[in-house]
């Protein structure tokens, strides 16, 4: 493997993009790349095989579909690129960066994945398409239906690679990857480095240029933290409170549970504010109608679960509320990435009862700063701010 250094170009022409991306970017209202962009699309134009190693809201999914696009220009309609994501909702948002960034160009895409009926991904698999955005199991579904065939494969995506295995996708992904070409072009994106992912990477990428913005653990600079010391009988409450606030335009709010969800909607409701539920008890189809409705600006609140932790790329969301405090570190670092994406600013607030207050500091610890505390009279429980 060989080690990068990020440097940011001035503009998207400088890295070597043809006009019918350029003119994409344009219309989807971008200026400048950011600095996985500005390190990986030159690597990945070249034909490299690369590691991108980078926290959330980074703008990593553009540093692949742009220059794929570019790669895959010209001839025939036939399946050339595969990426395998671990989530439906990811699946979607991905295609839906490559249909976005493709719209000047000729080339079909399509998701597949499993909670959906199957025909009309066999239709459009037969009909022939450029660019495949698959979970592991449903595109095995279709490889032995016969669907889909590799031998003009020319590049594989492995996004969110470290999630992938998390979820005990190793052996679905050894299967497809086994029926592929070798000589190819391999990309793996992944926020975390750990041994199972480096041992991925080992198995099928070639010489590999690492791309590494950040740390696994930093958070996007350009989110502002806050935490709310509140009596948990009065988060409900308190999170109203906010939400009658007139700058928060677009809401994500993260419960531990899929019954805290359903429950924050509940009493949103009852308090006059409309919210949808987004967690693994809805079936798909309502999955996908409250993220459509989210990110059409129909509802202006999402409650979910770690469901959406990472693969939601939603431009505009101003605030993520952690309703209940995350157990991990890394899993606040998620959740806070769904806004701040693209050095766009947004607000990370953090609700915390008393018997919270230890997994705050341990956030803070890892994160290496404070969190500056935010006292509302009437919710506060009097906790002074961390040592």
Partial sequence: MSNTTVQSAATFEQLGLAPELLDAVRDAGYTTPTPIQAEAIPLVLRG??????????????????LPIIQRILGGPARLRVVVLTPTRELAAQVRESFAGYAVHTPLRIT??????AIGPQETALRDGVDVVVATPGRLIDHMERGNVRFDDLEVLVLDEADRMLDMGFAPQINRVVS????????????????????????????????????RRTQAASTVTHAVYPVARDRKSALLAELLRRGDMDSVLVFTRTKHGADRVVRNL?????????????????QRTEAL?????????????????????????????????????????VHRIGRTGRAL?????????APDEI?????????????????????YDFGTAAAD
């Fill in 111 to 116: 998701e597949v994945f499993g909670g959906v």
């Fill in 344 to 352: 766009a600013t947004g607000d990370a607030f953090t609700f915390m």
């Fill in 292 to 332: 459509e409705r989210f990110k059409a600006g129909a509802v202006r609140v999402l409650v979910a679960t770690d469901i959406a932790q990472r693969g939601l790329d939603i431009e505009g969301i101003t605030h993520v509320i952690n309703y209940d405090v995350p157990a991990q570190p890394e899993d606040y």
């Fill in 269 to 285: 409701t009852r308090a006059g504010i409309e919210s949808l539920a987004m967690h693994a008890d809805k079936t798909q189809a």
């Fill in 179 to 214: 029926a592929m070409p070798p000589y190819r072009q391999t990309l793996l994106f992944s926020a975390t480095m750990p041994p199972e992912v480096e041992a991925l990477s080992r198995k099928y990428l070639r010489k590999p240029a690492v791309v590494q913005v950040g």
């Fill in 358 to 378: 230890a997994t705050v500091r341990l956030i803070e610890r890892v994160l290496g700063q404070p969190i500056p505390r935010i006292s509302v009279a009437g």
């Fill in 48 to 65: 490299r095989d690369v590691i991108g190693l980078a926290q959330t809201g980074t703008g990593k999914t553009a540093a692949f579909t």
